[in-house]
């Protein structure tokens, strides 16, 4: 089961994370997810506590997957 919090607000991006992110893009474009993935699996670590970290770590690949899509859902530049 996902908690109800998780995963946490991702808020404003910094820098770093802007960049990752518009280096992830021409992958996307051409169908590919994976670097988007690593992107977002670094954004939620950052923003999350360690706790936090452990337990998405601790999550079944589906479950995620479907944590991932929250965190792209919050940055507007790629959204859903």
Known sequence: MVRA???P???PLN???ILLIDASLPA???GDNSVLEVTLQAILHRHCSA???QYYESL???LREA???RVRAQIPMIGP
Do not use: R
Request: glycine share 4%; no cysteine; proline share 14%.
């Open 9 to 11: 607000d991702i808020g």
């Open 60 to 62: 079944p690949p589906e």
């Open 15 to 17: 820098e770093d994370e």
């Open 51 to 53: 706790e936090q970290w």
């Open 28 to 30: 996307l474009a051409l």
């Open 67 to 69: 944590a991932l899509d």
């Open 5 to 7: 919090n998780f995963p």
